[in-house]
C-alpha cells in the first residue's frame, strides 16, 4: 500500500518526537511492505516565524493531499505574549476546523510495566482502559462571539459555548460506535446542572441511546468524573464530552498511563468504514505539547507520537495488524526496561529520544 502522509513537527519537543514516529512508521513499511511518501509543512510558531502566520496555505495543501497528517505539538515562551496578534495554537485550531475534526479519539490506557512511574497506588491502575472521545471543532474553542474589549468600567472578555444538534449528534454516534466496539459502556460528561448546551447535549444522547441498545449509558457531571476519573478508573469504557471538558479530563487522565508522554490521539470528520467510500480526513497527534522545558534536549518521550502513527495504521489504512505490531513493540520496550526521564520513576534504564524511537522501530 502506499501510505501518503503530511507530517507537521511544529515547534519545542514536536520536531523530536515527529522524527522517531517516522522512523518506526519507516520500520512499518520495510517489514510489511509498503511505500511511505512524507511530506512535511510548518505550523505554530515554526510559521510565524517563517510566513506570518501560524497556518500557511502551503501546509493547508499539504495536509489536504495527504491521506493523513502526522502532528507533532506548538507553541512555546518565545510566542506566548498575551497581546500578540497571532498564537502558534491557531495554527492547529484552524486545522482541526478546516479538515473538518470534529472527533478527537485519546486512549488512555495503564501499562502494567509503568504502574509505579504513576503517582497514584498501583491497585487503582489495574485494568484501566479507557477511550476519551473529545468534541473538537465546536463548543467554548469555536463560538462565537469571542473577544477582549476596553469598557468605561474596566476590561471584558467573552467566550461563547454553543453547540448545534447536528454538531452534537455526530460526535455522540461515534462514541456509540466506538462503544460497540468495546465494552459496550458508554459515558456522556456534561454540566447538565448549570449549562443550558449540556441539557441539550443531555437530551440528544438520551435519544441517541434507543439506535444503540446494546450500549449502556451512563451520564456524569463532569466535576463528579474528575474524581471519578482518579478514584475508580477502571470503571470508565468510552467517555465523551464537550471540547473544553475533554481537554481537561484528557490531561488527568493521562496521569494514570505513567506520562502524559505516553498519550496518543487521533482527530477524525467520521469513523472510517461507516458506510462512507470516501476515506475521512484525519490528523494524529500526541497529546503532550511542545514542551519547552525539555525541548532540543533529546530527552521527551516519543511514545505518544509513536502510538498516534499506530492510530493512524489503523484508522487511516485499515492496516491493523501493522498497528499492533507497533503497539506490542512499545509495549516489549517498556517491558525490558528501556525509560525516558518522564517515566523513569521505577528506576528503568533511560534514554533519550532517539535511543528509544531506535528500539521500538527495532522490535517491529
Ligand atoms: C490539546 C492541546 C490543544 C487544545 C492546545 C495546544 C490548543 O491542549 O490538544 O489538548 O487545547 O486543544
Ligand atoms: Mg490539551
Redesign the pocket.
Known amino acids: 500500500m502506499k501510505l501518503n502522509v503530511a507530517v507537521l513537527p511544529g515547534d519545542g519537543a514536536g520536531p523530536e518526537v515527529t522524527a522517531e514516529a517516522v522512523r518506526v512508521l519507516d520500520a512499518v513499511a520495510s517489514r510489511f511492505g509498503h511505500a511511505v511518501n512524507v511530506v512535511t509543512g510548518s505550523i505554530g510558531g515554526h510559521a510565524i516565524d517563517t510566513f506570518g502566520t501560524p497556518l500557511p496555505d502551503e501546509t493547508s495543501a499539504v495536509c489536504h493531499e495527504a491521506d493523513a497528517v502526522l502532528f507533532g ?3 512555546g515562551p518565545k510566542w506566548d505574549d498575551p497581546h500578540a496578534h497571532v498564537h502558534p ?1 491557531q495554527g ?2 484552524d486545522l482541526r476546523k478546516r479538515m473538518g475534526l470534529f472527533a478527537n479519539l485519546r486512549p488512555v490506557r495503564a501499562y502494567p510495566a509503568l504502574v509505579n512511574s504513576s503517582p497514584l497506588k498501583p491497585h487503582l491502575l489495574e485494568g484501566v482502559d479507557m477511550l476519551i472521545v473529545r468534541e473538537l471543532t465546536g463548543g467554548l ?1 469555536f463560538s462565537r462571539p469571542k473577544r477582549r474589549w476596553t469598557t468605561s468600567r474596566g476590561r471584558r472578555g467573552v467566550d461563547t459555548l454553543r453547540y448545534t444538534e447536528r454538531e452534537i449528534e455526530r460526535v455522540l454516534r461515534v462514541a456509540f460506535e466506538l462503544a460497540r466496539r468495546r465494552r459496550k459502556q458508554l459515558t456522556s460528561a456534561d454540566k447538565a446542572n448549570v449549562l443550558e448546551s449540556s441539557r441539550l447535549w443531555r437530551e440528544i444522547a438520551t435519544e441517541l441511546a434507543a439506535d444503540y441498545p446494546d450500549v449502556e449509558v451512563d451520564h456524569i457531571y463532569v466535576d463528579n468524573l474528575a474524581m471519578q476519573l482518579i478514584r475508580d478508573p477502571s470503571r470508565f469504557d468510552v467517555v465523551v464530552s464537550e471540547n473544553t471538558f475533554g ?1 481537561i479530563i ?2 488527568e487522565a493521562a496521569v494514570l498511563s505513567g506520562s502524559l508522554g505516553m498519550l496518543q ?1 487521533a482527530s477524525l470528520s467520521g469513523l472510517p468504514g461507516a458506510g462512507k467510500p470516501r476515506r475521512p480526513s484525519a490528523l494524529y ?1 500526541p ?1 503532550h ?1 511542545s514542551a519547552p522545558d525539555i525541548a532540543g534536549q533529546g530527552i521527551a518521550n516519543p511514545i505518544g507520537a509513536i502510538l498516534s502513527m499506530a492510530l493512524m495504521l489503523r484508522y487511516s489504512f485499515g492496516l491493523e495488524e501493522e498497528a499492533v505490531a507497533v503497539e506490542r513493540s512499545v509495549e516489549a520496550v517498556l517491558a525490558e526496561g528501556y525509560r525516558t526521564p518522564d517515566i523513569a520513576g521505577d528506576g528503568g534504564g533511560v534514554v533519550g529520544t532517539a535511543r528509544m524511537g531506535g528500539v521500538i522501530a527495532g522490535r517491529v
Open positions: 505539538a506548538v507553541g495554537e492547529i485550531l474553542y481537554d484528557s490531561d490521539s497527534e497529546i505539547g
